[in-house]
């Protein structure tokens, strides 16, 4: 059965930090790209970032470039993202998602607040 578990998730302060984590299980982590895409309330889904499964190549949305960074242990199965100098503009339900060609395995996400 796959799973991924997100957590990490909470109420932040504007300017502060929060680390994001994905535990996955049931498919071979290792050969899939892993990414975390947010929603913000009344917006579409959008990618924030991106690792493929050899670590060698990461992207970021042009709006976290900077302050968020994505990691991946293929031992533990997680993907992480570390964000930091959040803003209110980051308040958003964060999802992991892995994919493999047609297969696409996605979180039920976690919720981020920043707020003061």
């Known amino acids: 059965q796959v799973q991924l578990v997100e957590s990490g998730g909470g109420l932040v302060q504007p300017g502060g930090s929060l680390r994001l984590s994905c535990a996955a299980s049931?498919?071979?982590?290792?050969?899939?790209?892993m990414s975390w895409y947010r929603q913000a309330p009344g917006k579409n889904r959008e990618l924030v970032a991106s690792i493929s499964s050899s670590g060698s190549s990461i992207k970021y949305a042009d709006s976290v470039k900077g302050r968020f960074t994505i990691s991946r242990d293929d031992v533990k199965k997680t993907v992480t993202l570390q964000m930091s100098s959040l803003g209110p503009e980051d308040t958003a339900v964060y999802y992991c998602?892995?994919?493999?060609?047609?297969?696409?395995?996605w979180g039920q996400g976690t919720r981020v607040t920043v707020s003061s």
């Open positions: 998602k892995g994919n493999l060609q047609r297969y696409e395995y």
């Open positions: 049931g498919f071979v982590f290792s050969w899939y790209t």
